[in-house]
């Protein structure tokens, strides 16, 4: 199992940004971020495999979100642009070997503990 440490959430307006990272102990296949509001179970939102292709990203966020990351640091970043009150929640980062064809929460067998978003109107 590998270790996974979130960094970068915050409190922002609507239209802001904001860059969440991710900081693995070691190198694992397939990172991704997941997010939960309250009330609501925990959904996809971006992954990425190990040679950065292929993304993938879930329809509420495509077009404003970027998923890279740098496997020389092991990390995994998350650009949050035109962020909406919607996109208020836990943001947790994932990571599993060796596919990356899920957004199933239950397919993720490594989790960081999360990074709170807060986006205001």
């Known amino acids: 199992q590998v270790q996974l440490v979130e960094s970068g959430g915050g409190s922002v307006q609507a239209g802001g940004s904001l860059r969440l990272s991710c900081a693995a102990s070691?190198?694992?296949?397939?990172m991704a971020w997941f997010r939960q509001a309250p009330g609501k179970e925990r959904e996809g939102v971006a992954r990425?495999?190990?040679?950065?292709?292929?993304?993938h990203y879930a329809d509420s966020v495509k077009g404003r979100f970027t998923i890279s990351r740098d496997n020389a640091k092991n990390t995994v970043y998350l650009q949050m642009n035109s962020l909406q009150p919607e996109d208020t929640a836990m943001y947790y980062c994932?990571?599993?070997?060796?596919?990356?064809?899920?957004?199933?929460?239950?397919?993720?067998?490594?989790w960081g503990k999360g990074t709170q978003v807060t986006v205001s109107s």
């Open positions: 994932a990571a599993r070997p060796p596919w990356c064809d899920t957004f199933s929460p239950l397919d993720f067998g490594s």
């Open positions: 070691r190198y694992i296949y397939c």
């Open positions: 990425i495999a190990s040679g950065s292709e292929p993304t």
